[in-house]
């Protein structure tokens, strides 16, 4: 069982940048691939990016070059950096874990956090 925590949503000026957290309950957290998705109001949930186990990553192309996927085993941790901010980011940002390797598939993914809410204003 794995529980998961997201932090550091909040308000930004288009350009701007944030850094989100998910902090992992459970001692096996080195085993499991961490993603990130995120929903907008009215759409359906959608694949940001991913880390794999041993540190493969992978983006969505809407992100590639302006979000950094980053695992931090001995703080149980994954962290999200976003910059160049735009409303189109907007949307609430869920942190998820499967077991060994990455997928852009939510419904592979066997644990969520609560989510946290980003908002990029222009």
């Known amino acids: 069982q794995v529980q998961l925590v997201e932090s550091g949503g909040g308000l930004v000026q288009a350009g701007g940048s944030l850094r989100l957290s998910c902090a992992a309950s459970?001692?096996?957290?080195?085993?499991?691939?961490m993603g990130w998705f995120r929903q907008a109001p009215g759409q359906e949930r959608e694949f940001v990016t991913a880390?794999?186990?041993?540190?493969?990553?992978a983006y969505a192309d809407s992100v590639k070059g302006r979000f950094t996927i980053s695992r931090d085993n001995a703080k149980n941790a994954v962290y999200l950096q976003i910059n160049s901010l735009s409303p189109e980011d907007t949307a609430v940002y869920y942190c998820?874990?499967?077991?060994?390797?990455?997928?852009?598939?939510?419904?592979?993914?066997?644990?969520w956090g609560q989510g946290t809410q980003v908002t990029v204003s222009s």
């Open positions: 880390v794999s186990w041993d540190g493969d990553s």
């Open positions: 459970g001692r096996t957290f080195s085993r499991y691939a």
């Open positions: 998820a874990a499967r077991l060994w390797y990455i997928s852009s598939r939510a419904d592979e993914y066997a644990y």
